[in-house]
């Protein structure tokens, strides 16, 4: 029991850092611990998913942490409440939206919402046509914000995108992630259909979920779309926010 509550609180100092992480050093004497017995803890924790070597002798939150709180953070909220929410960014955006999840290398839609016009994408029929995650911009967005061993879970399900769905195809799959990060967006445009998606972020920047939206490729003007995104970007920040007080709340 003496050792599970050290690892708890050892995953807790790792939590507390956010993506940089901590040192081995730092762990340590953050725990009044001996080294080794910090490493041997730690060691166990990344063996289990919960923590997750960075590199440099650095340790972040693992996968099975990550998995654990963002389905702890939609669980807080209720569907009506997400659905009524997403309801309200498509109004915003006067097309449909999509707000999806990472969940064991999968994407996971979690709400939809049409759009306004009389003409609108149908976002089921666009996702259930998608195959891969690779194949849709949310996916995308989770591939390339998510931390290095989802990702080994992403392509040892889904694979490596081929060229037809993303030009970069194997072999510059890193360097198209980073270009989508850097971007802080996601976009695509195929079959009459444009498609935009934003990360969806904690506040230690953190990968909770993926915003996106779909229109008609017609209405996809270079005016518009910087409309659509900035509507995206603060949407997103106002869904993690909501996500954060009603996790607060059930806490009270």
Not at 176 to 202: H, I, N, Q
């Amino acid at each position: 029991m003496a050792a599970l509550r050290k690892g708890l609180e050892l995953l807790d100092r790792i939590g507390a850092a956010g993506p940089a992480g901590l040192s081995l050093a730092a762990l340590a004497e953050h725990m009044g611990l001996k080294r080794s017995t910090a490493h041997n803890l730690v060691k166990t924790l990344c063996l289990c998913g919960y923590a997750e070597n960075l590199g440099e002798g650095r340790y972040g939150v693992g996968w099975r942490s990550r998995h654990l709180a963002r389905l702890v953070l939609f669980d807080s909220m209720a569907d009506r409440v997400l659905v009524e929410r997403l309801a309200g960014i498509a109004v915003s955006l006067g097309e449909s939206a999509v707000l999806a999840v990472l969940e064991g290398g999968r994407r996971r839609v979690v709400a939809r919402a049409d759009g306004t016009h009389a003409i609108r994408v149908d976002a089921e029929a666009v996702d259930s046509s998608s195959g891969v995650i690779w194949a849709t911009v949310t996916g995308r967005v989770l591939a390339a914000w998510c931390s290095a061993a989802e990702r080994g879970q992403v392509m040892a399900l889904s694979g490596a995108p081929s060229a037809p769905v993303w030009s970069a195809g194997a072999a510059g799959l890193e360097s198209a992630l980073a270009a989508v990060r850097a971007a802080g967006f996601a976009e695509d445009d195929a079959r009459g259909v444009t498609s935009f998606a934003v990360p969806v972020l904690a506040a230690n920047g953190a990968l909770l979920a993926a915003l996106g939206t779909y229109l008609p490729t017609f209405r996809g003007s270079p005016e518009r779309r910087e409309a659509m995104l900035d509507v995206l970007r603060r949407s997103a920040a106002g869904v993690a926010a909501a996500m954060r007080a009603s996790l607060e709340a059930d806490s009270v």
